[in-house]
Antibody, heavy 120, light 108 residues
Framework: EVQLVESGGGLVKPGGSLRLSCAAS????????MNWVRQAPGKGLEWVSS????????YYADSVKGRFTISRDNAKNSLYLQMNSLRAEDTAVYYC?????????????WGQGTLVTVSS | SYVLTQPPSVSVAPGQTARITCGGN??????VHWYQQKPGQAPVLVVY???DRPSGIPERFSGSNSGNTATLTISRVEAGDEADYYC???????????FGGGTKLTVL
């Protein structure tokens, strides 16, 4: 069974840092691009960042560029999101999602999400 | 930046057909993906590449894309289809994924 499991969320103060992880299983992780998508409470989906299978291509939403860093470890079947200089508006459920093909493919599946709360 | 526009809400009676639109500049030239999200759950892919269905998604879900509008059509709507629906495209001009604002489908 293809599965993605996020971890690392929690409560952090403004200006603080947090590292999210996404553990993949049931497929050849090193063959797929991966993404982070977030959803603020009561709001819609917002794409955060993408990383290609070999980490050659990395993209960020303007809202997180310069503060967040996406990375992956294909040997550990894991995806990461290092979040620095966190702001209240970064409060959201963060999902990891597999991208169906090299570029432009659908996100399937998604993990269950991990909640990040930025508050003093 | 590329913008996708969805109606905030659509209401339909059980057994009828729901149509959820996603507007964007020349969206017909892009591949559109659609997701269903029920409360407290992660999104689920229901249509990809404009009109293809993943395995396990009922044939009642279909999609089309032309000009400036993509449409997700749900035939013979059931109570269990009540959810938020999001469209998505890859904007190659900015190397960004874009989601529509989402549409809440209410089954009357």
């Amino acid at each position: 069974e293809v599965q993605l499991v996020e971890s690392g969320g929690g409560l952090v103060k403004p200006g603080g840092s947090l590292r999210l992880s996404c553990a993949a299983s049931g497929f050849t992780f090193s063959s797929y691009s991966m993404n982070w998508v977030r959803q603020a409470p009561g709001k819609g989906l917002e794409w955060v960042s993408s990383i290609s299978s070999s980490s050659s291509y990395i993209y960020y939403a303007d809202s997180v560029k310069g503060r967040f860093t996406i990375s992956r470890d294909n040997a550990k079947n894991s995806l990461y999101l290092q979040m620095n200089s966190l702001r209240a508006e970064d409060t959201a459920v963060y999902y990891c999602a597999r991208e169906g093909r090299a570029q432009g493919g659908p996100f399937d599946p998604w993990g269950q999400g991990t909640l990040v709360t930025v508050s003093s | 930046s590329y913008v996708l526009t969805q109606p905030p809400s659509v209401s339909v009676a059980p057994g009828q057909t729901a149509r959820i639109t996603c507007g964007g500049n020349n969206i017909g030239s892009k591949s559109v993906h659609w997701y269903q999200q029920k409360p407290g759950q992660a999104p689920v892919l229901v249509v990809y590449d404009d009109s293809d269905r993943p395995s396990g998604i009922p044939e009642r879900f279909s999609g089309s894309n032309s000009g400036n509008t993509a449409t997700l059509t749900i035939s013979r709507v059931e109570a269990g289809d009540e959810a938020d629906y999001y469209c998505q495209v890859w904007d190659s001009s900015s190397d960004r994924w874009v989601f529509g604002g989402g549409t809440k489908l209410t089954v009357l």
